[in-house]
T-cell receptor, first 110, second 113 residues
Framework: AQRVTQPEKLLSVFKGAPVELKCNYS??????LFWYVQYSRQRLQLLLR??SRESIKGFTADLNKGETSFHLKKPFAQEEDSAMYYC????????????FGSGTRLSIRP | DAGVIQSPRHEVTEMGQEVTLRCKPI?????LFWYRQTMMRGLELLIY????????DSGMPEDRFSAKMPNASFSTLKIQPSEPRDSAVYFC???????????FGEGSRLTVL
């Protein structure tokens, strides 16, 4: 069964400090992993996906199949990074049934 | 395109009443998803459609919940009768086939008293 686990409900770090939002998954096939973000008063939106191998707003995420993880990282946090972050998973062979973790609220302290 | 449009944005109702939430997906998108967001459980997938056909409704909590997609530009999620534990934000999202990127509506915040 597909499952996405985000162990931290809340993560608070100081501005300029490194950030790591944890995401672990369970899936028997070839997964496609995503990070979505919801800023205050904005719609939930795609931040990045593992197949793109991009850095978006300074964030990167590497798929580690051995550890079944897809942690989101940023070396230096900025105040505008404060938001709700969701890790999501779908089958690589189909865009259907995208499931989400429970989310982590990131708070950046000045 | 205005994006995914949901209505109402806010709904306050009393236990036992029927609630209908509406969604207009982005034109040309083949998939439509209904999610429920709560503090405890985050985003839960309730049901999704492909080309107006329900594909997986295993996330629908119980028979009180039903969803329809009569055409490519409209879907409803109905709760009858509503209960206080149904209070949540309900999101609709749509996507093109095989891209995986979901486009979300602004959500419908439901409060059942």
């Amino acid at each position: 069964a597909q499952r996405v686990t985000q162990p931290e409900k809340l993560l608070s770090v100081f501005k300029g400090a490194p950030v790591e939002l944890k995401c672990n998954y369970s899936y028997s096939g070839s997964p496609e992993l995503f990070w979505y973000v919801q800023y205050s008063r904005q719609r939930l939106q795609l931040l990045l996906r593992h197949i793109s191998r991009e850095s978006i707003k300074g964030f990167t995420a590497d798929l580690n199949k051995g550890e079944t993880s897809f942690h989101l990282k940023k070396p230096f946090a900025q105040e505008e990074d404060s938001a709700m972050y969701y890790c999501a998973l779908s089958s690589y062979s189909s865009a259907s049934k995208i499931i989400f973790g429970s989310g982590t609220r990131l708070s950046i302290r000045p | 395109d205005a994006g995914v449009i949901q209505s109402p944005r806010h709904e306050v109702t009393e236990m036992g009443q029927e609630v209908t939430l509406r969604c207009k997906p982005i034109s040309g998108h083949d998939y439509l998803f209904w999610y429920r967001q709560t503090m405890m459980r985050g985003l839960e997938l309730l049901i999704y459609f492909n080309n107006n056909v329900p594909i997986d409704d295993s996330g629908m909590p119980e028979d009180r919940f039903s969803a329809k997609m009569p055409n490519a530009s409209f879907s409803t999620l109905k709760i009858q009768p509503s209960e206080p534990r149904d209070s949540a934000v309900y999101f609709c999202a749509s996507s093109r086939e095989s891209t995986g990127e979901l486009f979300f509506g602004e959500g419908s915040r439901l409060t059942v008293l």
